[in-house]
């Protein structure tokens, strides 16, 4: 086994493996505690809750993602460059603060609902936990289905173009039948993401009938101390999500992408400029982005002055600090354990087993939830025969690298894949050291796509929220859950002010360091 | 190369600072560990005042450890068995006192100086337990929104003028919420799942904790809280803010809040120091002030207390909300249940 899966397989092991382990032990009789709550009605309601929920937000946001995908593939423009920028710092954007920013646009005293002077609110409700959700993923969904379309071959796609159909027509018609593999993927990832939601039903949800199963595996251990009934319940959420991405996994078998060797990243094919009618389309598709955003900013200026102390606090410092470092371990492990994973499944010349294999565990460490994996550690912790000092810091960095390591792999595969194409026989052919050649020509040709890759894992660490929430105590907070604090004690000053600054941050980090667009993934391998 | 240099710097200093705080985390005063909940130690609670106070007088360090809320204390501290590095628990309701006291968990407390309580009901949990302040639990409403308020349970539920209008904390996450819930137990018994259906309809929402609620309300997002009528002392002292009202109905349940030492402390003569001295008067006014429930002692042995204390109309009957075993979770079956 080479070192790369290797240091990848120990890694799982430590880090999701182990505890799940020690949670399963340490659990008396969770097969009849699991046979009990299966038979609760307010079991199978929050089941019930989450799959639809899940299931209404994920193929929303893939249907209302497509006609801008489409507007935007195969076009130059500002508009496609803000649609990649806004889909990383939505990647980053913790739920809480989408949670926040709804309640002060769309809430019955919302700045909104102020302007038309209307005295109806659809929040607290499942839509706004579905509208919510759409608002976080579409933008994501945007980018990946612009990829997707732009995966068909030029010639294709110019000849699509060139049919008098209506746009709707050629979308259903000739677009979606091409895309339709990647765009279950994007459903099943948004569904898994949507199914394992807290921070957006913990502040737009609430009570018993707006919960997901995610929230009640927290409340069951930090509320009710039933360590049994929580770890049962992220049972049942890992039988739900485990046959779907089986099913999913073998109805669209994954093989070796093919993949052009050209790099699509600045090049666009020839297609009309965007019409006003699809700008204006566009823009209410940024203003329905934007206006949760615009409400937090107007908050924070509003309420400057009795914000201004909170935000320069040391309370404040710390949560970021805390943040920052978490974000930047977690982040680092995790990009290059994934890489060196990666790039060994790439070289491999069983490559007909090593991809497909590397696909399904991608796929089955996402029936692990933020909140199963941090109710396994909490148990892993607990088991210990000495007191680690500092240790939720310690399973915190490894809770974001084992959520972050699929999603950075599965980013860094197509990379790897293409490096492997255009330079692995080239580098055999050097007579040089295997560090050498992967530090000085790996690293450096994919330093770009590497870092994209970071950031997008500090961006999760920073937003994740389930997992600090569960392991944290108040003398140990991150950006979320002092926002959350904040939040909690009405002082929604303070919490605009400081998400103002994290999001000028994250757009700042973003522009300052540069997103490289993905390689394109095309069909079409002949021209080399 | 900037960039190179940028993030190099960077990660020195995060590393720098990680270190540092470390290293100065060190204190050679003994600490005094206290979990409570989070309201206690924030910047308007008492934790901050009380800690400074006693800190001046033990020559000892206070450490807050905040949890969200009051009845998640009491888990933490069972979850985390022997290793709790807790002294001292303050924050646990009555509700979960019973529990508590019962839990082994908790050390026994004698208390130096009688007490003269205001309750004398309060001291249920004497060898445990101590209490350190009280409040009744109500509905605080909006006059400018709510021009009437309800006038008993039944009426908050069926007059369709509230209809959407009431916040209140999960019972499941939540003191208060849990208080609620006893109330209309209380009041409904066997007819409580039905009731639960209604009071649906005149929510806009079900909060995890008591301050996500009520942070919601002063956002205008609903025209009635489940608080405590102490909130309404609050907006007159601290706010001058005449709009927020207590809704006084027939009966109200109680809520005593209590402290404890825990059995694995290491610093239990510097815990029973802590319990006496949360029961002075001058920490009791702190608490009262600052926590906006009423003192544990007697107001009259609080001589610089503001008067509205005294002044403040009290419910004539109260709900004791100490429980039989099991009637917590039948109780929380049926919330989870029947509101839908």
Partial sequence: MTPGILLGLLFLSFSLILPITSLISEVDGILNVFTRLIGETWVISALQYSVIQAGLSAFFSIALALPFAFILANRSGWQKKLAYHTSMIFFSTPSIVVGFGFVLSYGLSGYLNQFIKSEETFL??????????????????????????????????????????????????????????????????IFIFCLTSFGIVMTLGGGPHNSTLEVLIYQKLRYDGELAEAAALGVLQMLILFPLITFSFFLFKTSIPHFSTRVSAGKFEQRKPISKFENLNFSLYLLFLALPFIAILLDAALNFKSGIQDLTSWATLEAILNSCMIGLFSSLLATILAWLFVRDISKGFTKSISFPAFSGLIWFMQCFSPALVALAWFSLVAQLPFELKGYNFLALIFIHSLLSFPIIARLLMPVSLEFEHKFGRLIESLKISKVDSFFKIEVKENKAHLLSAFLLGFGLSASEFTAVLMLSGGDFTTITTFLFQLMGAYKYGAAALITVVLLFLLIGVNHFVGIPTSYSVSKDRSKT | MQKKVFYFASCIFYLMVSISSFCFAEDQKPILNIYTYLSFTSKWGPGSRIKKKFEAECQCQVNFVSVDDGASLLRRVKLEGKKTKADLVVGIDNILAGEASSSGLFDSAPIQNKLDLAIPSLDK????????DFGWVSLIYNSKKVKRPPSDLNDLLTNPSFKKSLIFSDPVTSSPGLSFLFWLNNEYGDKLGEKLKLLKNQTVTVTPGWSEAYGLFLKGEGGLVLSYTTSEIYHKIAESNQDYKAAFFKTHPVVVEYAGITKSSKQKPLARNFLSFLLTPQIQKIIAENNWMYPAIKTEAISDLNPIFNSFPKPTSTIDSIIEPGLQKKLLNTWRTGYK
């Fill in chain 1, 124 to 189: 607290y409700t499942k839509t706004a936990v579905i509208v919510a959700h759409i608002l976080v993923n579409l933008p994501f969904a945007v980018r990946f289905l612009i990829d997707s379309i732009e995966s068909i071959p030029g010639e294709q796609f110019k000849a699509m173009e060139m049919l008098p159909l209506s746009r709707i027509k050629k979308l259903w018609l000739l677009i979606i039948p091409e895309i339709k593999r990647p765009m279950f993927t994007l459903f099943m990832t």
């Fill in chain 2, 125 to 132: 949990y004497k060898d445990t337990l101590i209490p350190f």
